[in-house]
Protein backbone atom coordinates (compact mmCIF):
# COMPACT_ATOMS: atom_id res chain seq x y z
CA UNK A 1 0.00 0.00 0.00
CA UNK A 2 1.47 4.07 -0.51
CA UNK A 3 2.86 5.39 2.44
CA UNK A 4 0.53 7.86 3.49
CA UNK A 5 0.89 11.11 5.85
CA UNK A 6 1.55 10.64 9.55
CA UNK A 7 3.60 6.93 8.30
CA UNK A 8 6.52 5.44 9.88
CA UNK A 9 8.68 5.88 6.99
CA UNK A 10 10.13 2.25 5.94
CA UNK A 11 13.93 1.58 6.98
CA UNK A 12 16.70 0.05 4.32
CA UNK A 13 20.31 -0.56 3.68
CA UNK A 14 21.24 -0.14 0.08
CA UNK A 15 24.38 1.64 -1.69
CA UNK A 16 25.03 4.70 -2.74
CA UNK A 17 27.55 7.27 -4.23
CA UNK A 18 28.60 8.13 -0.76
CA UNK A 19 29.10 3.94 0.44
CA UNK A 20 26.05 1.72 2.32
CA UNK A 21 23.53 3.34 3.61
CA UNK A 22 21.20 2.47 6.38
CA UNK A 23 18.32 4.91 6.55
CA UNK A 24 16.55 5.47 9.57
CA UNK A 25 20.58 5.33 11.09
CA UNK A 26 21.67 8.02 8.38
CA UNK A 27 18.94 10.35 8.87
CA UNK A 28 19.60 10.43 12.77
CA UNK A 29 17.99 13.28 14.05
CA UNK A 30 17.53 15.24 10.92
CA UNK A 31 14.65 15.87 8.70
CA UNK A 32 14.82 14.24 5.37
CA UNK A 33 14.41 15.09 1.92
CA UNK A 34 14.38 11.65 -0.24
CA UNK A 35 13.31 11.90 -4.12
CA UNK A 36 13.78 10.55 -7.20
CA UNK A 37 14.53 11.05 -10.70
CA UNK A 38 14.02 8.76 -13.63
CA UNK A 39 17.37 7.97 -14.38
CA UNK A 40 20.90 9.04 -15.09
CA UNK A 41 22.61 11.18 -17.58
CA UNK A 42 19.65 12.76 -18.42
CA UNK A 43 18.91 16.44 -18.75
CA UNK A 44 15.98 17.10 -16.51
CA UNK A 45 17.48 15.52 -13.94
CA UNK A 46 20.78 16.53 -14.06
CA UNK A 47 19.53 20.33 -13.31
CA UNK A 48 17.35 18.62 -10.34
CA UNK A 49 20.67 17.15 -8.95
CA UNK A 50 23.13 20.51 -9.45
CA UNK A 51 20.10 22.35 -7.97
CA UNK A 52 19.67 20.43 -4.49
CA UNK A 53 23.60 20.59 -4.10
CA UNK A 54 23.74 24.37 -4.54
CA UNK A 55 20.95 24.75 -1.67
CA UNK A 56 22.88 22.48 0.45
CA UNK A 57 22.98 25.55 3.15
CA UNK A 58 19.66 26.26 3.12
CA UNK A 59 18.92 22.87 3.66
CA UNK A 60 21.68 22.90 6.67
CA UNK A 61 19.82 25.68 8.28
CA UNK A 62 16.97 23.68 8.56
CA UNK A 63 18.89 20.30 9.71
CA UNK A 64 17.58 18.49 6.54
CA UNK A 65 19.39 15.90 4.54
CA UNK A 66 19.32 15.34 0.96
CA UNK A 67 18.97 12.19 -0.65
CA UNK A 68 18.41 11.40 -4.13
CA UNK A 69 17.67 7.72 -5.75
CA UNK A 70 17.50 6.13 -9.56
CA UNK A 71 17.70 2.36 -10.54
CA UNK A 72 20.73 2.50 -11.92
CA UNK A 73 24.18 1.41 -10.18
CA UNK A 74 26.54 3.02 -8.35
CA UNK A 75 29.04 3.19 -11.13
CA UNK A 76 26.93 4.36 -13.21
CA UNK A 77 25.99 7.50 -10.65
CA UNK A 78 29.96 8.01 -9.59
CA UNK A 79 29.61 8.86 -13.61
CA UNK A 80 27.43 11.20 -14.03
CA UNK A 81 28.33 13.08 -10.88
CA UNK A 82 31.29 13.92 -12.96
CA UNK A 83 28.25 15.72 -15.03
CA UNK A 84 26.69 17.18 -12.95
CA UNK A 85 29.24 19.10 -11.54
CA UNK A 86 30.63 20.17 -14.19
CA UNK A 87 27.31 21.42 -16.28
CA UNK A 88 26.08 22.56 -12.85
CA UNK A 89 29.08 24.28 -11.63
CA UNK A 90 28.61 22.78 -8.13
CA UNK A 91 29.82 20.07 -5.89
CA UNK A 92 27.86 16.94 -5.45
CA UNK A 93 27.50 17.21 -1.79
CA UNK A 94 24.58 14.37 -0.70
CA UNK A 95 24.66 10.68 -1.60
CA UNK A 96 22.75 9.65 -4.72
CA UNK A 97 21.11 5.78 -4.16
CA UNK A 98 21.56 3.21 -6.01
CA UNK A 99 18.45 0.87 -6.53
CA UNK A 100 18.89 -1.31 -9.31
CA UNK A 101 16.90 -3.90 -7.46
CA UNK A 102 14.42 -1.59 -7.03
CA UNK A 103 14.41 -2.54 -2.94
CA UNK A 104 13.76 1.03 -2.39
CA UNK A 105 11.31 1.95 -5.38
CA UNK A 106 9.27 -0.93 -4.54
CA UNK A 107 8.99 0.20 -0.55
CA UNK A 108 8.32 4.03 -1.49
CA UNK A 109 6.12 3.45 -4.70
CA UNK A 110 8.56 4.71 -6.99
CA UNK A 111 7.52 2.97 -10.18
CA UNK A 112 4.98 4.02 -11.44
CA UNK A 113 3.49 1.64 -14.30
CA UNK A 114 1.20 3.43 -16.54
CA UNK A 115 4.16 6.17 -16.60
CA UNK A 116 6.92 4.01 -16.99
CA UNK A 117 7.32 0.45 -16.47
CA UNK A 118 10.86 0.58 -15.33
CA UNK A 119 12.29 3.86 -14.17
CA UNK A 120 11.08 5.48 -11.24
CA UNK A 121 9.01 9.13 -11.21
CA UNK A 122 9.83 11.74 -9.59
CA UNK A 123 8.83 11.01 -6.18
CA UNK A 124 9.83 13.31 -2.95
CA UNK A 125 9.26 12.54 0.46
CA UNK A 126 9.55 14.80 3.38
CA UNK A 127 10.30 13.05 6.56
CA UNK A 128 10.51 14.34 9.93
CA UNK A 129 13.46 13.24 13.19
CA UNK A 130 10.49 11.11 14.32
CA UNK A 131 10.58 9.39 11.14
CA UNK A 132 7.19 10.45 10.32
CA UNK A 133 6.22 10.90 6.22
CA UNK A 134 4.89 15.00 6.50
CA UNK A 135 4.80 15.24 2.80
CA UNK A 136 4.93 13.29 -0.57
CA UNK A 137 4.19 14.72 -4.15
CA UNK A 138 5.38 13.06 -7.21
CA UNK A 139 5.99 14.80 -10.70
CA UNK A 140 6.22 13.64 -14.33
CA UNK A 141 9.63 13.05 -15.81
CA UNK A 142 8.94 15.82 -18.21
CA UNK A 143 8.59 18.65 -15.38
CA UNK A 144 11.89 19.54 -13.02
CA UNK A 145 10.65 20.05 -9.45
CA UNK A 146 10.68 23.60 -7.45
CA UNK A 147 12.70 23.01 -4.70
CA UNK A 148 12.67 26.33 -3.50
CA UNK A 149 8.76 24.63 -2.89
CA UNK A 150 10.39 22.19 -1.11
CA UNK A 151 12.36 24.57 1.12
CA UNK A 152 9.05 26.37 1.87
CA UNK A 153 7.00 23.36 2.96
CA UNK A 154 9.72 22.70 5.65
CA UNK A 155 9.92 26.21 6.75
CA UNK A 156 6.05 25.86 7.49
CA UNK A 157 5.85 22.09 8.57
CA UNK A 158 8.88 23.47 11.34
CA UNK A 159 6.94 26.10 12.26
CA UNK A 160 3.85 24.53 12.56
CA UNK A 161 5.40 21.93 15.03
CA UNK A 162 6.11 24.70 17.11
CA UNK A 163 3.17 27.05 17.15
CA UNK A 164 -0.58 26.56 16.96
CA UNK A 165 -0.72 28.45 13.76
CA UNK A 166 -1.22 27.16 9.74
CA UNK A 167 0.54 28.93 7.12
CA UNK A 168 -2.10 30.64 4.47
CA UNK A 169 -1.99 29.88 0.31
CA UNK A 170 1.47 31.13 -1.08
CA UNK A 171 2.97 32.27 2.13
CA UNK A 172 6.78 32.17 2.34
CA UNK A 173 8.89 32.82 5.57
CA UNK A 174 8.46 36.18 7.23
CA UNK A 175 5.13 36.34 6.46
CA UNK A 176 1.54 36.64 8.60
CA UNK A 177 -0.07 33.14 9.32
CA UNK A 178 -3.30 31.96 10.49
CA UNK A 179 -4.22 31.22 13.84
CA UNK A 180 -5.13 27.66 14.19
CA UNK A 181 -9.31 27.48 14.72
CA UNK A 182 -9.32 25.39 18.01
CA UNK A 183 -8.04 28.36 19.65
CA UNK A 184 -11.13 30.39 21.10
CA UNK A 185 -10.26 31.42 24.40
CA UNK A 186 -9.35 34.93 24.41
CA UNK A 187 -6.71 34.61 27.16
CA UNK A 188 -5.12 31.85 25.68
CA UNK A 189 -5.38 33.76 21.87
CA UNK A 190 -3.35 36.93 23.99
CA UNK A 191 -0.34 34.40 25.85
CA UNK A 192 0.50 32.40 22.31
CA UNK A 193 -0.06 35.37 20.24
CA UNK A 194 1.03 38.55 22.00
CA UNK A 195 1.86 40.76 18.81
CA UNK A 196 -1.61 40.64 18.71
CA UNK A 197 -3.97 39.38 15.48
CA UNK A 198 -6.54 40.54 13.30
CA UNK A 199 -10.03 38.98 13.12
CA UNK A 200 -11.63 38.65 9.68
CA UNK A 201 -14.31 35.75 10.31
CA UNK A 202 -14.24 34.05 13.21
CA UNK A 203 -12.50 31.01 11.62
CA UNK A 204 -10.20 33.33 9.98
CA UNK A 205 -7.57 35.09 11.91
CA UNK A 206 -4.10 36.51 10.75
CA UNK A 207 -0.96 37.25 13.26
CA UNK A 208 2.39 37.75 12.74
CA UNK A 209 4.76 34.94 12.24
CA UNK A 210 5.13 33.81 15.87
CA UNK A 211 8.98 33.35 16.02
CA UNK A 212 10.34 36.43 13.97
C1 LIG B 1 15.19 14.08 -17.84
O1 LIG B 1 15.62 14.03 -16.69
O2 LIG B 1 15.54 14.96 -18.61
C2 LIG B 1 14.16 13.10 -18.31
C3 LIG B 1 14.14 11.82 -17.80
C4 LIG B 1 13.21 10.92 -18.28
C5 LIG B 1 12.31 11.32 -19.24
C6 LIG B 1 12.32 12.61 -19.73
C7 LIG B 1 13.25 13.52 -19.26
Known sequence: MALRLGD????F???STHGEISFHDWA?????VLFSHPADYTPVCTTE???VAKLKPEFDKRNVKTLALSVDDVDSHKGWVGDIEETQSTSMN???LADPDRKIS???DMIHPNANNTLTVRSVF?????KKLRLTFTYPASTGRNFDEILRVIDSLQLTDNYKVATPANWTDGHDVVIVPSIKDPEELKERFPKGYEEIKPYLRMTPQPDK
Open 28 to 32: GDSWV
Open 94 to 96: YPI
Open 13 to 15: KQN
Open 126 to 130: IIDPE
Open 106 to 108: DLY
Open 49 to 51: LGQ
Open 8 to 11: TVPD
